[in-house]
């Protein structure tokens, strides 16, 4: 997201992309290249413990990235990914147990702390995000795939770490990405926001919904703005994607267009949702509102989706290269 300074001052990072790691995914089935890089002194490991990522204290910064020896001296890891290169050293997840990495939080030199927390609160450069939201999805994937869901024996991973194969029947298992719309539907000079019961008091954000098997997005837009709100939509465009890796998702940013406006809000799903002007969207991406409502931070997609609509208005809906938006 790069665009230039306004009102609300210059665009923010939105939080797990853009690592310029090298991925190097054609080294993942080479033993030899693994083994060298596991005990390259270069090698940094990023170290994880199901939903926890460990941090070192290092003067006044926090440091994701641990030496072979530091990471070595956690605990033997449950399982490990190559996560790329950077500037041809490895970088590799090195998965702890879950209550191995929660015993190290009795240690002063590091701080052992849930990846939400690290990318609202800042902890670390934005670039480092993206190779712990991987490490942490990937390794706590193979922490529940540990049984082959075609023939129940036993898996083992291999492709360094990107997938699992059954020891007995021979199938490959591969890491999911669930993909998941987040979409801001529009009608004119107001927006549809919805207030979820595990939200904060006072946050308001957009809708979003898995997408089913069998649907394209912009039907997934539709289906799930009209099942929580009752609010019908025409025309869809893609604004952004986002790696949302709890537990794996991909987040897909849409604005919508709403062609009808009458709220009938499903309660199982969402605990309110209300039309929002322009300004007042405005108001909440700042903390300014009257009523102290607010926007979800700037880390998240759902922020990224308001501030445009707040910025352009209806531009935002026009979709010169959406064949498939209508
Ligand atoms: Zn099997």
């Known amino acids: 997201m790069s665009k230039d300074s306004s009102a609300f001052g210059p665009w923010p990072s939105l939080a797990y ?52 020896a530091e990471a070595a001296a956690f605990g033997p890891a449950v399982e490990t990914v190559f996560l790329g290169l950077a500037d041809k050293a490895a970088r590799i997840g090195h998965g702890l147990a879950p209550e191995t990495a929660a015993q190290l939080k009795t240690r002063p030199e590091l701080l052992v702390i849930d990846l939400r927390s690290i990318a609202v609160q800042g902890l670390v450069s934005p670039a480092q995000l993206p190779p712990l939201a991987a490490a942490k999805a990937v390794l706590a994937w193979h922490g529940r795939h540990r049984f082959c869901a075609n023939c129940g024996a036993p898996t083992k991973s291999s492709e360094a770490g990107w997938r699992r194969d059954c020891t007995s029947c021979g199938v490959f298992h ?42 394209t997005l912009e039907e997934a837009v539709r289906r799930e703005t009209f099942e929580e709100a009752g609010v019908k939509v025409g025309g869809v465009r893609y604004y952004a994607s986002q790696p949302w890796p709890f537990p794996m998702s991909l987040m897909v940013g849409c604005h919508a267009e709403a062609v009808s406006t009458e709220l009938v809000i499903d309660r199982g ?57 209508r």
Not at 190 to 215: I, N
Request: glycine share 8%.
């Open 269 to 325: 799903e969402i605990a309110d949702a209300r039309w929002v002007s322009r300004a007042e969207a405005g108001l909440m991406l700042a903390r300014q509102h009257p009523d102290q409502l607010y926007a979800p931070p700037p880390t998240a997609i759902a922020h990224h989706l308001i501030r445009a609509y707040v910025e352009e208005g209806t531009a935002v809906l026009e979709n010169p290269a959406g064949a498939g938006a």
């Open 174 to 215: 591969f890491p999911r990405t669930d993909p998941c719309v987040i979409m801001l539907a529009i009608s004119g000079e107001r927006c549809l926001l919805a207030h979820q019961a595990r939200f904060s008091a006072g946050m308001w954000s957009c809708l979003a919904g898995f997408v089913e098997p069998g649907e």
């Open 17 to 68: 992309v853009d690592s310029g790691l090298d991925r190097a995914a054609a080294r993942r089935g080479d033993p030899d290249f693994l083994a060298a890089a596991e005990a390259d002194p270069n090698t940094r490991f990023y170290v994880t413990g199901g939903d926890l990522i460990v941090l070192a204290r290092r003067g006044e910064t926090l440091d994701p990235l641990f030496r072979p």
